[in-house]
């Protein structure tokens, strides 16, 4: 029987299949493939979301960090790019996947992980989102504590004042997370020009105040060697790598609104390296301005905006107010809010699942993360790199060398579908997801081997990708061709018959 459709090279189940799995215990209105007519995200709406999404505080910081540890300003630039240039192409790969079958991350993990087993990557990058979330939310709060200060001195001598601020502000952007996120395009189109215009004027008082490029951009590097370099060097790329690791797994959740392939990969192939370099050079020049202005180099926004007058603190807080909020619903809500409701499809919505995630970002201590950069790129961004880079390199191994791009779309919602396993657990999966995590680890413990660690996200990667595709020869969960065209009804529209379509 004909379960779905491809219509140039996007895939929708039937009206018929989607009824049967109506009452199915992994199917929710969340969780669903899309339709034909949800496909209806361009370009620019991709363009819009990187855009908001990279002119965020955390990217600030860590432009003008990677000097703070040494690097000169080329140096930091280039690796930014670099680090940004390598994890667009998991982006990419796992993009594809997204807009050709319209399902979200927590479903597609199903295939790799069978339908109880791909909780562990959901939660997995749940968790990390869940992190950011406490991350953007406690920088947000920062602002807004300052603008209270500023304004009303009264405040900064009430107890618990911060804290104060940090539980309103939470409680925002949990509001703004029942709107779903369908709501980002709304966010993404006010945030992207809002905060670009901002970082344009930061940048040009910058200039102005410190009488040209400033200090830092003719500071030398630290470094003295080729090896003094590398040796920061591939920690931080690994931070840099790990800092959008999160969504070059679950961009399906997004490029399942997509009108076509070609869109979504021209659009996202600029707007994020590009928009990162960018903002991360106004990051160092406006820290180079800093130690002319202000005697220091001020790589936290947060205190950057404390050295202006009250009226222009309120301006700053607002544009971080917007960035914060934007990125947290973006980047840190949809992930964690899906992958709860894929706990229990039938019982727990999305709505839920956001609380449930910032109730877990509270304990994850965001402000013990910021407290210093080496907490940020060291500690949070290299741990969860080493973790996401092998369910990274699982999702890819599946997806273009296991099953080359075809699947059974209906059964990824079936208790006893095929992609249901042993009991719900793909052990191979499992079994790839240790190897990718257990080797970098080593580098942990043998010193000779640290560069494994240093380069954890890479080689976790890589590594998955051969033990998953080796492992995985000859399962019986994989379509032949002849399979793949049993079940699919294959039709190509022209462009003049979409307008009527």
């Known amino acids: 029987m004909k379960t779905q459709i491809e219509r140039n090279g996007i895939v ?5 299949a989607s009824s049967q799995l109506s009452h199915s215990e992994l199917w929710n209105d969340d969780l669903r493939p899309t339709m034909f007519k949800e496909h209806s995200w361009t370009g620019l709406n991709f363009a819009t979301l990187w855009i908001g999404m990279c002119l965020c505080i955390p990217a600030y910081t860590m432009a003008s960090g990677l000097i703070s540890i040494g690097m000169n300003w080329w140096q930091a630039i280039g690796t930014i790019f670099l680090g940004n240039v390598i994890v ?7 993009a594809h996947a997204g807009t050709k ?12 992980f069978g339908d109880k087993g791909a909780h562990i990557p959901a ?17 947000g709060a920062g602002a807004i504590d300052i603008l209270l200060s500023a304004s009303f001195p009264a405040w900064g001598n009430l107890f618990g004042h911060t804290a104060i601020v940090f539980a309103l502000f939470w409680l925002l952007n949990v509001g ?17 020009p809002v905060v670009g215009i901002a970082a344009i004027i930061l940048f040009i008082w910058a200039y102005t105040k410190s009488g040209g490029w400033g200090p830092i951009l003719e500071t030398p590097s630290k470094f003295k060697t080729a090896g003094e370099f590398f040796k920061v060097f591939f920690p931080a790329l690994t931070g840099v790598i790990a800092f959008w690791a999160t969504l070059a797994l679950n961009i399906p959740d997004f490029c399942r609104y997509a009108k076509s392939q070609k869109s979504q990969m021209i659009a996202q192939s600029f707007s994020l390296p590009i928009t990162m370099s960018i903002f991360s050079f106004i990051g160092i020049v406006v820290t180079s301005a800093t130690i002319v202005v202000f005697g220091e180099a001020i790589w936290d926004p947060v205190q950057l905006i404390a050295k202006f007058p009250p009226f222009i603190i309120f301006l700053g807080t607002l544009i971080i107010v917007i960035s914060s909020v934007t990125i947290n619903v973006g980047a840190n809500i949809v992930a964690p809010a899906r992958a709860i409701s894929n706990l229990s499809p039938r019982k727990i919505t999305f709505a839920m699942g956001a609380i449930i995630t910032g109730i877990f970002a509270i304990l994850l201590q965001p402000w013990y993360i910021m407290s210093n ?6 500690g949070w961004l290299g741990t969860y790199g080493a973790l996401l880079g092998p369910i ?17 779309l209906k059964e990824l919602y079936e208790l006893d579908g095929r992609y249901n396993y042993a009991s719900g657990f793909n052990k191979n999966g499992i079994y790839a997801l240790i190897i990718g995590v257990a080797i970098p680890a080593l580098g942990l413990v043998v010193p000779g081997l640290h560069f494994l660690w240093e380069n954890a996200w890479t080689f976790g990667l890589f590594i998955a990708i051969f033990a998953y595709t080796y492992l995985m020869k000859g399962d019986s969960s994989i379509l032949t061709k002849a399979e793949y065209e ?16």
Do not use: C, H, S
Not at 88 to 94: F, R, T
Not at 176 to 192: D, E, N, R
Not at 373 to 378: E, K, L
């Open 392 to 408: 990274d390199g699982i999702a890819i191994a599946d997806y273009w060398l296991v099953r080359r791009k075809q699947m059974a």
């Open 123 to 139: 939660l997995a990058r749940a968790f990390v989102a869940a992190g950011w979330f406490g991350i953007n939310t406690w920088i």
């Open 88 to 94: 667009l192409i998991p982006i990419l790969l796992n």
């Open 486 to 501: 049993k079940i699919t009804i294959i039709e190509n529209i022209t462009v003049q018959d979409r307008k009527t379509v």
């Open 373 to 378: 950069f080496g907490n940020y790129i060291f």
């Open 176 to 192: 703004v997370a029942y709107k779903g996120p369908q709501a980002i395009k709304v966010l993404g189109t006010i945030a992207a």
């Open 101 to 112: 079958f319209g399902i979200p991350y927590p479903v597609f993990a199903r295939l790799w």
């Open 12 to 16: 929708a189940l039937t009206e018929e």
